[in-house]
C-alpha cells in the first residue's frame, strides 16, 4: 500500500488524525471570527477551547 503524500499545509506532518482534527478545529474556531494556528498556543487563552465545546454541543444537541 502506498501512501498518499502529505499536504504541504498539513501543521503536523505525517499525522492524518492530528491534522484532520486541527483543519476541524480550525474551522469550528472560524464561524466565531478566531484563527487557530496550533493546539499549543492557540489554546493557551481559553476562548478557542470554549468556542470549541460550544461547537460540540450545538453537534451532539446539547442546545446551548
Known amino acids: 500500500l502506498r501512501r498518499p503524500p502529505p499536504d ?3 501543521s ?3 499525522q492524518r ?3 484532520a482534527l486541527h483543519k476541524w478545529a480550525q474551522a469550528a474556531a472560524g464561524l466565531h471570527g ?3 494556528h496550533n493546539f ?3 489554546l493557551g487563552d481559553g476562548r478557542a477551547l470554549c468556542y ?3 461547537v ?3 453537534v451532539i444537541g446539547w442546545g446551548w
Open 17 to 19: 488524525t492530528v491534522n
Open 34 to 36: 478566531l484563527r487557530l
Open 52 to 54: 470549541l465545546v460550544r
Open 40 to 42: 499549543g498556543s492557540s
Open 56 to 58: 460540540c454541543g450545538w
Open 8 to 10: 504541504p499545509l498539513d
Open 12 to 14: 503536523y506532518p505525517g
